[in-house]
């Protein structure tokens, strides 16, 4: 092999690979420079051929500005994908945000029809605002059916707990992506929902025999190739009763064998992240390339190591170890799909001279948020909260920073302030609240005195490992009863937990439930609860802490 | 009067208003919904003629678009400022960040030459950052002497507690700004610094005698005046001796006696945010919007209710309370600070197709910030902190979130974590750690097991109170050595805190200080007293929490 086709291999390779960028426009804005490529090396890479970009963070605004740089350093066509299942606003500040999707499984059992139209209108303002701001590529639905309650990644991003309903809901999610043009992603193949690890972190074993899964786990995966999904995300799971030997992502027995032959996908399948530690502690970066696209892995996202990845499979294909007949058959999916594309990228409002009052949410969109949370929250209200001069608000959270959905100014802290509450805030990595004692966890003498209202944000989050589960939530509800100090309670997140609680909460407590945590849903549960006359009409100034300077 | 008449009128009275809006383009995005205008509003506005904006929050990226699209709404010059007092970075995304001014006080009394240049470094980076995005008026230098340690509000936000060494300081902050040709503003007027009240809570009183004032605090402001400072900023403050009455920005006798005719300033005088409770305890937003200007300000800052004010200052007008000649003037005063403005704003990379790596920060505003931050900070390494199998990095915050400062992936928790060290924050909206035990007031039963490195983020911000005063510092710092608990100890912000603690430590413990908070300084100070040996080469996927889900 002369130079000329050395080159032209390293390029072809290179579009093999989706890297990890910042959705911010300057290195400086990085929020994980050890993960997210600089501006320099992102363009060096695009230059070379690399065939698409996962973004995390920063605005719409800026994602606007950012997908056309991107494409105009890589001057071919690429992908440029992001995790935005929940809705844009999921990733980038300016986008809506949705409640998450399992709240549609709970409204399907109610209303068959409504759930499987929002989910549709789901998929539709997902991929509008994506196709506005120059995403092409969705990484979504999430097809896992989310068996295991006790699940600490799929969890509230799963469409339900079963395997029927999960299917019909991301069909009509697709058909609502679809109206857009905007490519698709079904994950985590072949199955996430019946784990209690975090892949995240350790590599999850799934133990069901083939039998159950194609009862289960396969079904919402056949209904998203059969809706004509346009991808396949493969998850880093163990699954021995399938192949004892590798984890779904570099197992050629599931992705080859299953996935494409068994199950007739022969669209562009993708691996998670490699650099997730399920496969970094175990195979190095170059290995770990090698393998998947060995498996049947079209597209390789976010490698540990770019270089070290692109030169183990380049020197794959020189030995004649990896068949340059299977390098142009992964290409040709990636074509395909980009040539399935429109033209009609980010056509709206980027100039700053046109821009007029034109939200990137549109009305629709916001009705369709608003709509989403009206339907899924759940609110008993014997009564209102009391206002009180000895409050306290105890709020309850996955771990320190919550990003926009906890902010001084956010309702779950400023409508209980209103009303006499003060914050207690508390999460997992701060001072304990706990005692040894079983029935009386809480050690009432570290909180401040008065009435509780207890607020507990959980969303079984990734990277938290099995937090809340260790936290004795219907004793604590049964101490403060006991105690006469329960003014209220209020869930976002798990249904699980809500459900949990509910069986031992006392009918006169004020609770509510909602599957989503961000600020409208907060305000709409709070306001339900303390009812109109605890809301101050204005907020006083210092209210609002840390205005400015 | 006839109806023409008084539309011009309310056009020209809409002109001394400076309104406050989200620098983020959406609406939705806005993180204090009640205080920031929303598009549609703000375009009204400007229409109307409203003389300027104050933009909090966004990216640099965004804030660029938000300049362009607001100049375009006006139609006619208007004024875009921002507290950006600690580099652009502090208020946007992208830009840089400068440890305090409180840092530079100190430098003068090691190396004043040295202090001088790095101040007109300072100014000079501020400026071109500002005019990079679009702003025209930098509300900066703070003017005020912090005699007060326990000042909640300014703090480490002055530039020493010398009068001498801050008028120098803020002259040389000046001479930088100029260079850049956009506008300054001298803040608090009459001084700020020695109070314990928080004006953004309450009126703070200040009972200095005339005689004690012209020696301290009117002597920066004196300063500013003679290097021409474009305008000055008046503080919400009671100062008996001068006015019994009013608070400074409402008195006559402050504003027109003292600063214009004692003092000789002809330039535009400002209010500070009218929307501060020191001022709507006590005044309506008419009231105050017609007072201020009756004392003699030319431009009210962030009315309570900019329709109420406007309406209540043209009445005044047309009552002939106030005459339409003081209108004139106040006009003009602003006219010849816009006429003073070069065309050269926002002319750099914000399209994006000619967008080439370039970032906002340049290499010179990244030296000086390193510059600073080596300048400032003091390391006192006996020997570097042990890896440990059982630590705690026990970090004191003043609040529950401190914005980008500290996130998941900062310095203050990834690095003691490597080393061993457990995460556990606490604020004092949290879970509390204090005992009523003068000599034991850390309960140590409710921190995780282990030595402890001890890591107090302490700025005196305003809107906390006087929170960390009332927590014993030095007593946990002799408790925790008492039990050969301490690691070591590490202060970001206040050099007071920081003085008091290093009379209690142990020669041999390792302790940090920088008047800084932001990431590089973590890395910097926390890299000195680790040492090279606990820091791992790389970080695994999932010490990175919440990277993605």
Redesign the interface.
Known sequence: MNLTNAVTLRQKVSQLFVVRASG??????R?????EL???EL?SLLKEGVGGVIL?G?????L???C??LR?WAGNPILICA?I?EGL?QRF??G?SLVPPISLGQIYKKDSQRALQLAKEYGHCIGYQARSCGLNWVLAPVCDINTNPDNP?INV?AWGEDPSIVSHLIAAFQRGLDLEGVLSCAKHFPGHGDTNVDS??GLPTINHKLKRLEECEFLPFQSAIASGVDSVMIGHLLLPNLDYQYPATLSKLIITDLLRKKLGFDGLVVTD?L???AI?RTYGPGQAAVMAFEAGADLIMMPESIELALQALCDSFQSGRLSLDSLDKALNRRYELLAKLTDSYCVTD?N??T???Q???RESDHSLSLNLINSSLEINHPRSIPSTSLGVNLVRID???LGKS????SPALCIPEQAGY??????P?????WSNDKDSPLVLE???EGLVLLQIFTRG????GDLHQNEPWPSVVRQLQRHKLLAGLVVYGSPYLWNDLSQSLDKSIPSAYSPGNFLEVQRKLLNALFGSSAIKN?????D??????
């Open positions: 911010h426009i300057y290195d400086i804005q929020d994980f420079p050890q993960w600089t501006n320099k363009r995390v920063g605005s719409a605004w800026e606007k500005s950012r056309k740089i105009e995790d299942e606003g500040e300016g809506t990644v991003r995240h972190i992240a650099v997730m530690d970094t980027q700053p001279l821009f007029h009052n939200e990137l949410e771990g320190p920073f906890l902010i001084n100014s003060r914050t207690c805030l508390f999460h990595k701060g001072i304990s609240p570290r909180l401040p989050n990734p990277f938290q204005s907020t006083s100034f210092s609002l802490k840390q205005f400015t300077d």
